[in-house]
């Protein structure tokens, strides 16, 4: 059975990347540019929904990292999102945005 190691390896990337974030590494900065660039290099025919996309991910990854500046990056990177998507009258995005946002982030109070 062949296996597939490109999941294991972007797992194990992301579990290094927030590591290096939460001890504020020398790497950290470097690490986080990669794999926003490999998010982003994941394109589709709509860019402003692929950008909208990137966001939150970059926000749920300041999240998992925990620390006071990465939570406040999390919220920033989130409400960024959702302006974003309010600003290009992506109506149904941002209803749905707000709504994750509870799921995603259950122990913030952001008024979502």
């Known amino acids: 059975m062949e296996q597939i190691p490109d999941f294991e390896n972007k797992d194990e990337q992301k579990k290094e990347l927030i ?3 939460k ?9 986080l540019q990669k794999w926003l660039k ?3 290099a994941l394109k589709s ?6 950008s909208i996309k990137v966001n939150v991910a970059r926000a ?5 990292v925990g620390t006071d500046n990465s939570l406040e990056e999390a919220y920033d990177s989130y409400w960024d999102v959702i302006e974003q998507a309010h600003n290009e009258g992506r109506d149904k995005v941002e209803e749905i945005l707000r ?3 509870k799921q995603d982030f259950p122990d913030t109070d952001w008024g979502i």
């Open 45 to 50: 025919e709509d860019q402003g929904l692929d």
């Open 19 to 21: 590591k290096a974030l």
């Open 99 to 101: 709504k994750k946002g």
């Open 38 to 40: 490999e998010k982003e």
């Open 60 to 64: 749920k990854l300041y999240f998992e």
């Open 23 to 31: 001890e504020n590494k020398e790497n950290a900065q470097e690490l």
